[in-house]
């Protein structure tokens, strides 16, 4: 019975995004995680903040979650920012053999999640999607679809649309990157083409904001994309001048590959520009990586009409 309930959910969402690409021409619409608060639209559309962060999940299996998301969380509220983004790896995960396991991990989460009194979007990562070998694995996917919502999908906030990316899709032919990872970062034809038509689709909004788990312009390249497929995905990126910020996790730090030494704040922007402000910001809670920027962190983003100030905060 739960391998065809996988299965439904499985169908019900390939033909969601068929749909999408056929009759929408966007992405499917991305919902808050279960638990948050829904969508209250800020009563200025040219004037609101919003709180991005991510990795959190536990150093080990059946380790409890970390108290950092819960900081961040509390501080989300405390900034009265009007919503948060969050770029993947919530959980452990990595467990399709058990069900009661990952659901579990999920409720923790989502308990956290709650605390910051707005809605809370997640990109899912590595974590939620793959199986114990770091493949992909059609019943973590199925179950982060049950417990947490679409794999990726736009929502309009303001005057900005927010595309939620899932970036650990299983490259075609053999497990190579070019950088040395055997399951890098990766978007399939199917959520390529939905992200090409939705970012043609709202050429009109003051800004874009993407967030997914690998990052594009990684600290290290084995972190990244597979090298076509980010090499794709960057010249996509570039031709659209109102994509102001592209954020992400994976690599368990802070890293600003557009300043000097990779620590500085993000220069403020205002659009049309190009190209986009890609940040990585990893530091929710996971086991820090061995680097410069290997510290908690989150950012909170301001956005005032054409403007967008951005500024990242350590958290001991």
């Given at each position: 019975?739960?391998?065809?309930?996988?299965?439904?959910?499985?169908?019900?969402?390939?033909?969601?995004?068929?749909?999408?690409?056929?009759?929408?021409?966007?992405?499917?619409?991305?919902?808050?995680?279960?638990?948050?608060?829904?969508?209250?639209?800020?009563?200025?559309?040219?004037?609101?903040?919003?709180?991005?962060?991510?990795?959190?999940?536990?150093?080990?299996?059946?380790?409890?979650?970390?108290?950092?998301?819960?900081?961040?969380?509390?501080?989300?509220?405390?900034?009265?920012?009007?919503?948060?983004?969050?770029?993947?790896?919530?959980?452990?995960?990595?467990?399709?053999?058990?069900?009661?396991?990952?659901?579990?991990?999920?409720?923790?989460?989502?308990?956290?999640?709650?605390?910051?009194?707005?809605?809370?979007?997640?990109?899912?990562?590595?974590?939620?999607?793959?199986?114990?070998?770091?493949?992909?694995?059609?019943?973590?996917?199925?179950?982060?679809?049950?417990?947490?919502?679409?794999?990726?999908?736009?929502?309009?906030?303001?005057?900005?649309?927010?595309?939620?990316?899932?970036?650990?899709?299983?490259?075609?032919?053999?497990?190579?990157?070019?950088?040395?990872?055997?399951?890098?970062?990766y978007v399939d034809d199917t959520q390529f083409q939905l992200l090409e038509a939705?970012?043609?689709?709202?050429?009109?909004?003051?800004?874009?904001?993407?967030?997914?788990?690998?990052?594009?312009?990684?600290?290290?390249?084995?972190?990244?994309?597979?090298?076509e497929n980010g090499k794709a995905m960057l010249k996509l990126l570039a031709k659209?001048?109102?994509?102001?910020?592209?954020?992400?996790?994976?690599?368990?730090?802070?890293?600003?590959?557009?300043?000097?030494?990779?620590?500085?704040?993000?220069?403020?922007?205002?659009?049309?520009?190009?190209?986009?402000?890609?940040?990585?910001?990893?530091?929710?809670?996971?086991?820090?990586?061995?680097?410069?920027?290997?510290?908690?962190?989150?950012?909170?983003?301001?956005?005032?009409?054409?403007?967008?100030?951005?500024?990242?905060?350590?958290?001991?």
């Amino acid at each position: 019975m739960k391998m065809k309930r996988c299965l439904r959910l499985i169908a019900s969402l390939l033909f969601a995004t068929l749909a999408s690409i056929c009759i929408h021409a966007q992405m499917p619409n991305l919902t808050p995680l279960p638990g948050t608060e829904q969508l209250t639209p800020p009563s200025n559309p040219d004037k609101f903040t919003f709180l991005v962060a991510g990795d959190n999940r536990p150093a080990h299996s059946g380790d409890p979650q970390p108290p950092t998301p819960g900081k961040i969380l509390e501080a989300a509220k405390a900034a009265n920012v009007s919503f948060v983004l969050w770029t993947g790896d919530t959980i452990s995960g990595k467990d399709p053999s058990s069900e009661a396991k990952i659901q579990a991990q999920y409720k923790d989460f989502l308990a956290i999640a709650a605390k910051a009194g707005v809605p809370v979007y997640n990109a899912p990562g590595n974590h939620e999607m793959d199986d114990s070998n770091d493949v992909p694995n059609s019943q973590m996917l199925a179950w982060y679809i049950q417990y947490m919502g679409p794999q990726y999908g736009a929502v309009n906030i303001g005057n900005s649309r927010f595309i939620a990316l899932n970036s650990e899709q299983t490259p075609p032919g053999p497990e190579t990157s070019g950088s040395g990872d055997k399951e890098p970062g990766y978007v399939d034809d199917t959520q390529f083409q939905l992200l090409e038509a939705d970012l043609k689709a709202n050429k009109k909004m003051a800004h874009i904001f993407i967030f997914m788990h690998h990052p594009l312009e990684p600290y290290k390249k084995k972190d990244g994309f597979e090298k076509e497929n980010g090499k794709a995905m960057l010249k996509l990126l570039a031709k659209h001048d109102n994509v102001s910020f592209v954020f992400s996790g994976h690599e368990h730090m802070y890293f600003n590959p557009q300043s000097k030494n990779g620590l500085g704040q993000p220069d403020p922007r205002k659009d049309p520009s190009t190209p986009p402000t890609y940040i990585v910001t990893g530091g929710a809670g996971a086991p820090l990586k061995n680097a410069p920027g290997g510290f908690n962190n989150y950012l909170i983003i301001t956005v005032d009409n054409d403007k967008v100030e951005a500024k990242m905060f350590k958290i001991k």
